[in-house]
């Protein structure tokens, strides 16, 4: 068998049956094409149809959402809810409110979050969802009657052994609550482990807030060990200014290296003494500014409206903020500036052209599916808390989530070893993913 072309043919017919949906589409080809050593060694999941099945979702739902402005007047958003595979535990993925939101975006989403959810070694499915409503500028009042309509169709498609969705782009710890709250009305039920990232006081587990972030730092520590190398005295710049860029660099700093640059979507700032974290944490957390405010306080730092925040130079690089946030053009100025390693907070921040430039100038490259997993894996951890009536410490879940990131590096690493030159994380991480699923998908039939 010519796995090669087998593995050609599938993406074929991929792009021909889901057209104009580039960013699924590109998801999909990466991982594919990487499975092709994997596919080689084990003929069986070739013969059980794995791979035709895995790029098909179990199921897609489309909905309406409308609600009522604070002028009275009634707004409509898009809903969706991908369940992609649930073979090894009921479908996991966060809710993403942005107006940039499509079927295709969050089809890549999802799909990634198979292999990332199964890399945690923990007993979670992939699934993804989220609108195209903008929570920027909105009122309070607004996020709570969208949230509230948002969940009054999703409730019925989801629970704490269906779909457990969680936070992500624009959904943070408010608006779980609003839709923890509308779900248990509807469902007259208090199932906390329906949905994760969830407050303390109702269920919520120490440490979920941090989780990505920090999780996305043991990785990439873990990485540079296994190089010689380290955190201490290192030049990072990280992206974003949100859940995972704040947290990525609270750990980072921790870790002994300063981070020197932050952004949004409007421009990034330069701190050449180093990033004044509690403010941004005011400015972000507390009073949802822009970034650009940072310099009314730190008039010594510098502003760049609209600037590409990867000209700064850097010895690691932690893209945190969005989808192909680094194409060729700024990967080839990261490593022109000296960028020994790039680890990813963000879902597939760097597109198939940069991760070639990281390739062919042995740039460390952590990929998202295992780098920022951390977050998911908590996530589980929240559900088992929940699943127990228990809490853990905030110690014990960062303890937890600290050895999850290892083992993801090993098991990573393993396969990078066994399937390609040693050195190639996405090939080892997309392999590691898919074999345990696909194990199990042929252990449950053709189903
Ligand atoms: P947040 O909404 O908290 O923060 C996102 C940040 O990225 C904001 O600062 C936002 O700026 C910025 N941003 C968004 N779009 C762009 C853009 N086009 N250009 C520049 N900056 C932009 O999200 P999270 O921190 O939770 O998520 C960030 C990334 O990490 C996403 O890719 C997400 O899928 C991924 N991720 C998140 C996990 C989590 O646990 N939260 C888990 C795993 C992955 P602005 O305010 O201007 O929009």
Request: overall charge neutral; aromatic content about 8%.
């Amino acid at each position: 068998m010519d796995c090669k072309k087998y593995i050609n043919d599938i993406i074929e017919k991929l792009e021909r049956e889901n057209p104009g949906e580039t960013e699924f589409q590109a998801a999909a080809k990466e991982v594919l094409i990487s499975l092709v050593p994997a596919l080689e060694k084990n003929p069986k999941f070739i013969e059980e149809g794995v791979v035709e099945r895995i790029i098909e979702p179990e199921r897609v739902v489309m909905f309406r959402v409308p609600w009522v402005d604070d002028n009275g007047k009634v707004q409509v958003n898009k809903g969706y809810r991908v369940q992609f595979n649930s073979a090894i535990g009921p479908y996991k993925g966060g809710l993403r409110l942005h107006p940039s939101v499509n079927l295709s975006i969050i089809k890549f989403l999802g799909f990634e979050q198979i292999f990332k959810n199964s890399l945690t070694g923990l007993p979670i499915g992939g699934g993804k969802g989220g609108s195209n409503f903008d929570p920027k500028g909105k009122s309070d009042r607004e996020i709570m009657r969208f949230c509230q309509s948002f969940m009054s169709e999703l409730a019925r498609h989801i629970g704490p052994d269906t779909d457990v969705p969680a936070g992500d782009i624009g959904v943070g710890g408010r608006e779980i609550g609003y839709m923890f709250g509308q779900y248990k009305k509807i469902r007259n039920a208090n199932e906390a482990g329906v949905l994760t990232g969830k407050g303390l006081t109702y269920g919520g587990s120490l440490g979920r807030t941090e989780a990505t972030g920090y999780g996305l730092v043991y990785f990439v520590d873990e990485m540079l060990k296994d190089n010689g190398l380290s955190f201490q005295g290192k030049t990072v710049v990280v992206s974003g200014s949100g859940n995972v860029a704040i947290y990525a660099t609270e750990k980072a700093t921790e870790l002994g290296a300063k981070v020197v640059a932050c952004s949004d979507s409007n421009g990034y700032i330069y701190d050449k003494n180093g990033l004044d974290l509690e403010l941004i944490k005011r400015l972000k957390e507390v009073e949802r500014k822009r970034i650009k405010e940072y310099v009314a306080v730190h008039p010594e730092a510098e502003y760049h409206e609209g600037g590409n925040i990867w000209s700064v130079p850097c010895d690691i690089a932690l893209p945190c903020a969005t989808q192909n946030e680094i194409d060729e053009a700024s990967a080839e100025l990261l490593v022109k500036n000296g960028c020994i390693a790039v680890g990813e907070g963000a879902n597939m921040p760097s597109t198939l052209d940069a991760i070639e430039v990281y390739r062919r100038n042995k740039t460390l490259f952590a990929p998202g599916k295992a780098a920022n997993a951390g977050g998911v894996a908590t996530s589980a951890l929240e559900m088992s808390q929940n699943s127990m009536r228990l809490s853990w410490t905030k110690e014990e879940v960062d303890a937890k989530l600290k050895n999850i990131m290892k083992n993801i590096y090993v098991s990573s690493k393993a396969c990078a070893v066994d399937y390609a030159d040693g050195r190639d994380l996405v090939i080892g991480s997309n392999i590691a993913g898919f074999l345990k699923v696909a194990e199990a998908m042929v252990a449950q039939g053709i189903v």
